[in-house]
């Protein structure tokens, strides 16, 4: 009887080990199972982080370079301004001493036609005399 209950005992003990080994080897590939899917999730959440970052900076060097084009813009547009400006400056300054110079060379002409009206004037008054005292 007692060996009959040691053969138990011993296929008991035999049994409990091969579910022992059994749900063992089940924990371990369990455990691969969730350290898999863990690292599956660290590299999605790891890649959509990554892509949020890039997205980020893409969207600042977008504004970056928007702030850069308005800046010259606006620079460009001032010097346009100015060169306009100048160049309006110069123009009615040319404008001014073009007037002066035909007022100039108007008054020359006047003076001397004046003076060559005056001489035909003069002229024809010695003719006139000169025929007076002919007649």
Do not use: P
């Not at 007692?2 to 049994?15: G, R």
């Not at 010097?79 to 008054?107: G, H, P, V």
Request: net charge negative.
């Amino acid at each position: 009887h007692e060996q009959e209950h040691d053969h138990e005992i011993s296929e008991l003990i035999t049994k409990h080990e091969g579910e022992m080994e059994k749900l063992r080897a089940e924990l371990t590939e369990e455990q691969q199972r969730l350290l898999d899917e863990l690292r599956q999730q660290m590299a999605a959440t790891h890649k959509a982080e990554i892509e949020q970052a890039q997205l980020q900076l893409q969207t600042l060097h977008s504004l970056e370079l928007e702030g850069l084009r308005l800046s010259l813009n606006n620079m460009h547009t001032s010097q346009l301004e100015l060169t306009q400006s100048n160049l309006r400056r110069e123009k009615e300054t040319a404008l001014m001493e073009l007037r002066e110079m035909l007022n100039d060379k108007r008054a020359q002409e006047i003076a001397i036609l004046q003076s060559r009206h005056q001489l035909e004037l003069d002229k024809i008054k010695e003719q006139c005399l000169k025929e007076k005292e002919d007649l």
